[in-house]
């Protein structure tokens, strides 16, 4: 369980500073499927990178299990976020002078995963795991992405804006993709966009607005990537 | 104006090895100019191989270091461009979208020639001062008739007008060449052209670990920075080793000016190699501590494997400085007397040897801690 209490976090300095996160609190459960949605600029992302350990909060914490993540020294953050998260981002960020196999190594060494190479037939690329990024359409990068973060065997998986460069269908697709991995898999999922549509498919959405959580419901039934709007 | 002169300032790299080059070129060539003005008043024999050993002297020198640097600097001036290149991408592609000539954009390229300009100045103004000196070194057993210094303009044609003029025009020919790319190329990111591992060698290899993978293709994709790497440790070697047989062979003060010509080049280009090698990977590298990979994992995967490549610089390095001191006793002190026997410098070479990996692991560890400072943050940031 995911545990985050009195969050707040600023940039800038001086007059120019601002307040980004005010004071947030929210727990998600194991195995959830939780979208956070906003605006751009309500803070979303933020919240993203400090419930994941990627960004300190000014002040708050944030357990795992009833551990506190913000008093992890650097080590032990980068530990934890070897041990226990994985990402997605909206630019696949994928390495570039190597093949779809080398990529989605990159997380399966992390967790001694041999067994990788199911992740990238998963996926829907056991026939282009030799193939390099460049040789890629941007839904088949965006898959590879998603094998990476896998592969690594993550109990959270952390998504911002995971189709916010894909076009619909692609975006139906990998989304269907993550989807059937979290049932195989049974990690939890915590995803940042803006699409009202996809928080359809969600159970637990989190409305947030001004820094601030506006909104929190469960959705009954969880429809699937080709039943939403788009 | 695409490129200013702030850009050229990045390239100090070239502007110090113009000058090195320029420096011992000038005070060499000037030497042998004016040496040879004094061949008539040569009477006896042994002046005479004296005489005949400083001309070759000034003759070898001149070509080999003048040489050697002028082709590194070429390297190192193709680099930079194509690195600039490269990381403004999409700058350039914008503006060849909007109709600019490939031409047109590439001639602001000729301000790198700048670097050039200032590295050669400040070499042939520092030969001019330390002229005097070296010339009474040349003859300090009176064995030539007084050799007086004169100033020839042609010099300064060679060593400062015509580098900086063809610095400039190669850097205008390379970046038209280098900018002949579809625009759409140039304007998206991950439009990079990889070659394709045939299959036979994957089905048949050695599974290896994702950061060995990635140290190998560090060091595959980016064969100039290798090239530095092994040039800046054979600076070392070769120079700090030879300086030390120049106290026997030449003087004490030439071997301090040769030990502070290699050290300030070895140290620059290392400086200049891994600094590009780090920003060129500051993505992958972020990415690695967003997944988890711990910061030495990191160094391993981008710095590791230009370690083994330092190594053979140095290698390469001490043979070359022995073959060089071989053959300058062999053949152009041959017939001369008073020249001690050279032999092959073992303790020298282990004292070079350990200093340089001292020298080298800090420096690894000084970039081991800027990579841990890149924020994580840096892959959001687009």
């Known amino acids: 369980m995911i545990e985050a209490r009195d969050i707040i976090k600023s940039y800038g300095n001086g007059e120019s500073r601002f307040q980004v996160l005010k004071d947030i609190s929210l727990d998600i459960e194991d195995h959830d499927f939780v979208v956070i949605l906003g605006a ?26 009833g551990k506190d993540i913000t008093a992890l020294s650097d080590h032990e953050l980068t530990s934890f976020r070897k041990k226990s998260v994985g990402f997605i981002f909206q630019q696949y960020y994928l390495l570039p002078n190597m093949s779809v196999d080398k990529n989605v190594k990159m997380g399966a060494d992390l967790a001694d995963n041999k067994d990788y190479k199911t992740i990238i037939g998963a996926v829907g690329l056991g026939e282009k795991r030799h193939k390099y990024p460049s040789e890629l359409s941007g839904g088949e990068q965006q898959r590879v992405s998603v094998a990476r973060a896998l592969a690594k065997r993550p109990r959270v998986l952390f998504l911002d804006e995971p189709t916010g460069a894909l076009d619909e269908q ?34 637990t959405v989190i409305k947030m607005n001004s820094g601030k959580i506006s909104e929190i419901y469960t959705n009954e039934t969880q429809k699937t990537a080709y039943e939403i709007g788009w | 104006m695409v490129i200013g002169i702030k850009n050229a300032s990045k390239l100090i790299g070239i502007s ?23 061949e008539g008043k040569i009477t006896s024999e042994l002046s005479m191989f004296f005489y005949n050993a400083q001309v070759s002297t000034a003759k070898v020198v001149c070509l080999v270091s003048g040489g050697c ?30 109709g600019y000539s490939n031409l047109k954009i590439a001639k602001d390229f000729w301000v790198f020639g700048i670097s050039t300009f200032i590295g050669t100045v400040i070499g042939y103004a520092g030969a001019f001062l330390l002229m005097p000196w070296f010339y009474t070194l040349q003859n300090k057993d009176k064995m030539l008739p007084e050799i007086t210094i004169n100033y020839h303009p042609s010099i300064l044609l060679y060593f400062v007008i015509l580098p900086t003029v063809c610095f400039s025009v190669l850097s205008v020919y390379y970046a038209c060449y280098k900018l002949k790319k579809p625009v759409l190329l140039l304007l998206k990111d991950n439009l990079q052209t990889a070659s394709k591992t045939p299959k036979h060698r994957i089905e048949k290899g050695r599974e290896l670990s994702f950061v060995e993978d990635l140290r190998r293709s560090t060091l595959k994709t980016k064969k100039t920075l290798v090239f530095f790497i092994i040039f800046a440790s054979f600076c070392f070697s070769a120079m700090t080793q030879m300086s030390f047989s120049m106290k026997d062979l030449s003087s004490e003060m030439m071997g301090v000016m040769m030990l502070v010509i290699g050290l300030v080049l070895a140290f620059t280009t290392l400086f200049l190699a891994i600094t590009t090698v780090i920003n060129g990977n500051t993505k992958t590298i972020a990415m690695m501590r967003v997944f988890g990979y711990s910061q030495k994992e990191c160094c391993r995967a981008i710095l590791g494997g230009y370690r083994p490549m330092s190594y053979v610089g140095f290698a390469i390095g001490t043979v070359y400085q022995y073959g060089l001191l071989r053959l300058t006793v062999d053949i152009i002190f041959k017939d001369f007397e008073g020249i001690p ?38 892959i959001m940031i687009e």
């Open chain 1, 40 to 65: 751009s600029g309500s803070g979303k992302s933020t919240f993203l990178n400090v419930i994941s350990g990627l960004e300190r909060p000014d002040s708050g914490k944030v357990l795992y299990d």
């Open chain 2, 69 to 98: 640097l002028l082709l590194t600097a070429i390297v190192m001036l193709l680099f930079y461009i194509k690195h600039y290149i490269d990381t403004h991408k999409k700058e350039l592609g914008i503006l060849k979208a909007l």
């Open chain 1, 170 to 203: 692609t975006g139906r697709q990998v989304l269907d993709y993550i989807c059937k991995l979290q049932k195989e898999y049974g990690f939890t999922i915590v995803m940042v966009t803006h699409n009202l549509n996809i928080a359809e498919m969600a159970h």
């Open chain 2, 16 to 38: 110090v090895i113009a000058c090195c080059a320029v420096l011992v070129c000038t005070m060499f060539l000037n030497f042998y100019f004016d040496i040879r003005l004094i």
């Open chain 2, 341 to 378: 026997a050279y032999e092959f410098d073992f303790p020298v070479m282990i004292i070079s040897l350990v200093a340089f990996i001292a020298i080298y692991e800090i420096l690894m560890y000084v970039y081991s801690e800027k990579i841990k400072k890149i924020s994580i943050k840096e």
